[in-house]
């Protein structure tokens, strides 16, 4: 497996086995979110780097996006962040800077082996924050970090002649801010949980709501705030980053919906 500081792990690489077997990689989920026409998916192996302190890979199907199907196990389980999961890594298929695409087979649906929670989850955040997220966020060197916000601000909207939601975060990193386009009024933010709570909040109002940390953590109960960000390709025809996982301490609960027809 290649890793963002360019090693190559042939304990991944090797798609097959002498069986002909396919290589079952063991995979922390730690994004799934909204794409153009599907999903992505992204998560950490169990093999060591030592910018980000485990490999990124973002698991692709060979042609179009991927889809809630490949996602589903056969227990009908659709993975979720935090899942640890075997899944069938084939080939690595590098797209600069998308240099953690792996061409994966869902065929044989992902198994999911445990699940991180409580302190271990917490401890993970912790621990595997990356340390040169500028590789990412202005250099374009590789397309995935995990990074710990600040002075998070965003808003979520609804859009108009769309089921959809519109999700936006701003935030500040390793003493730089990250707002995004003026007029968008910070980074889009995809995370399906994060815009399913969004849109029951949504619920609550004329549409619009703006935030910032005191009411995530009044609303919430968030006292930090984890992000994982990817490179996306845009219609501007340029790669700019997407909120792709947004995780907390304490872990939000999404409020679950009421009903207002009395």
């Known amino acids: 497996m290649t890793c963002q500081n360019g090693t190559t792990d042939t304990r991944l690489s090797q798609a097959v086995d002498r069986k002909g077997q396919m290589h079952m990689a063991t995979v922390l989920i730690l994004a799934v979110a909204r794409t153009l026409g599907g999903l992505t998916v992204a998560g950490m192996t169990t093999q060591h780097d030592k910018v980000t302190g485990l490999c990124w890979v973002r698991p692709t199907r060979e042609r179009g996006p991927v889809q809630v199907a490949d996602l589903t196990t056969r227990n009908h389980q659709v993975l979720r962040p935090f899942d640890v999961v075997e899944i069938n890594l084939l080939r690595h298929r590098?797209?600069?800077?998308?240099?953690?695409?792996?061409?994966?087979?869902?065929?044989?649906?992902?198994?999911?082996?445990?699940?991180?929670?409580?302190?271990?989850?917490?401890?993970?955040?912790?621990?595997?924050?990356d340390r040169a997220p500028r590789q990412v966020l202005q250099g374009q060197q590789r397309s995935l970090c995990l990074i710990k916000a600040q002075a998070v601000t965003g808003s979520f909207r609804s859009e108009a002649n769309s089921a959809n939601i519109d999700a936006r975060l701003r935030f500040r990193s390793a003493g730089r801010a990250y707002d995004g386009s003026y007029?968008?009024?910070g980074l889009a933010t995809t995370d399906l949980r994060w815009l399913e709570m969004g849109s029951r909040w949504l619920a609550e109002s004329d549409g619009w709501i703006e935030f910032d940390a005191s009411v995530l953590e009044t609303r919430l109960g968030i006292e930090e705030i984890y992000l994982v960000v990817s490179l996306s390709y845009t219609e501007q025809r340029r790669f700019e980053p997407v909120i792709i996982g947004v995780h907390s301490v304490p872990e939000y609960q999404t409020p679950v919906a009421t009903d207002q027809s009395d």
Not at 105 to 126: A, S, T
């Open 94 to 129: 590098p797209i600069p800077p998308l240099i953690e695409n792996w061409v994966t087979d869902f065929g044989d649906h992902p198994r999911i082996l445990r699940r991180l929670k409580g302190k271990r989850r917490q401890r993970f955040l912790h621990k595997y924050c």
């Open 183 to 185: 007029v968008r009024g």
